[in-house]
Nanobody, 122 residues
């Protein structure tokens, strides 16, 4: 069992920045691939970014490339999502997730946090 707790969401104007954090409860954090997803009202949960357990290889959905950066600190059991140049269409609840595969589908992820709201005003 892995518990995930996200933080760092809030209200920001377009063009602003936020940094999300997700702390995992399990000591074997470094053995997991970590990802961020988001879900806007009335829409399906969508993949945002993934960072692999080894070497820190990262993947991003096209709409956030060049604006968002995923990173991890294995010593702190924490994964981050630095979000710059935010747009109103980035408004969503953001979730971190634990998975064992390189994947963009939510079904491939086993554990989820409770989510943190990000609202970008125009």
């Amino acid at each position: 069992q892995v518990q995930l707790v996200e933080s760092g969401g809030g209200l920001v104007q377009a063009g602003g920045s936020l940094r999300l954090s997700c702390v995992a409860s399990r000591r074997a954090f470094s053995s997991f691939h970590m990802a961020w997803f988001r879900q806007a009202p009335g829409k399906e949960r969508e993949f945002v970014a993934q960072i692999l357990r080894l070497a820190g290889t990262t993947y991003y959905t096209d709409s956030v490339k060049g604006r968002f950066t995923i990173s991890r600190d294995n010593a702190k059991n924490t994964v981050y999502l630095q979000m710059n140049s935010l747009k109103p269409e980035d408004t969503a609840v953001y979730y971190c997730a634990v998975g064992e595969r390189i994947a963009t589908s939510p079904q491939q992820y086993t554990y989820w946090g409770q989510g943190t709201q990000v609202t970008v005003s125009s």
